[in-house]
T-cell receptor, first 116, second 110 residues
Framework: DAGITQSPRYKITETGRQVTLMCHQT?????MFWYRQDLGHGLRLIYY???????DKGEVPDGYVVSRSKTENFPLTLESATRSQTSVYFC???????????????FGPGTRLTVT | AQRVTQPEKLLSVFKGAPVELKCNYS??????LFWYVQYSRQRLQLLLR??SRESIKGFTADLNKGETSFHLKKPFAQEEDSAMYYC????????????FGKGTRLSVIA
């Protein structure tokens, strides 16, 4: 199931460092998403993108930056990592609704990030 | 703002017992509801959606607009059903992002 991949799978970094999490999908899905998964909070949307060069904030965007220069890639950057950003990060993609397959999101395997 | 509530963080049932995972929502528009599942060491995946009215792995879910609920049910739990379950919703039209509940961990005891 290599359709959507994330790298690295595990990362330990120090407070204040910049970290970039990568997400790559091979389906040419128009939509891509970044979530963080935390105990007691479930899945919270950080940013999403409707197409290349189009991004929008989700529920918890502060401290994160995204870009989407190519349809297949959607990197997430923590500009100055904080301990509160320790989490599991999931990338997801989906087709646009007009294709008829209304909004099934396909998730990557996740990146476990620890900020010390 | 839209909100999805899953009141149980953890639900433990015995194998063969009925299962009901609760999901309530608040949304001003016409919602489209989903259940996603995350098995141990696997990625999240779609279990079912209300517009399909299908049964997947023995699970069903009916949208009750009067009670604003979308509870997930299975008549006889199996050990392999143990997983994290997330209820999610979006608007019926457009491409607004999914809003997820906080999840319920189902543990099926042999």
């Amino acid at each position: 199931d290599a359709g959507i991949t994330q790298s690295p799978r595990y990362k330990i970094t120090e407070t204040g460092r910049q970290v970039t999490l990568m997400c790559h999908q091979t389906w040419s899905h128009s939509y891509m998403f970044w979530y963080r998964q935390d105990l007691g909070h479930g899945l919270r949307l950080i940013y999403y993108s409707a197409a290349a060069d189009i991004t929008d904030k989700g529920e918890v965007p502060d401290g994160y930056v995204v870009s989407r220069s190519k349809t297949e890639n959607f990197p997430l950057t923590l500009e100055s990592a904080t301990r509160s950003q320790t989490s599991v990060y999931f990338c997801a993609s989906s087709e646009s609704r007009v294709s008829g397959k209304a909004y099934e999101q396909y998730f990557g395997p996740g990146t476990r990030l620890t900020v010390t | 703002a839209q909100r999805v509530t899953q009141p149980e963080k953890l639900l433990s049932v015995f194998k063969g017992a009925p299962v009901e995972l609760k999901c309530n929502y608040s949304y001003s528009g016409s919602p489209e509801l989903f259940w996603y599942v995350q098995y141990s060491r696997q990625r999240l995946q779609l279990l079912l959606r209300h517009i399909s009215r299908e049964s997947i792995k023995g699970f069903t879910a009916d949208l009750n607009k009067g009670e604003t609920s979308f509870h997930l049910k299975k008549p006889f739990a199996q050990e392999e059903d143990s997983a994290m379950y997330y209820c999610a919703l979006t608007l019926y039209s457009g491409n607004t992002p999914l809003v997820f509940g906080k999840g319920t961990r189902l543990s099926v005891i042999a």
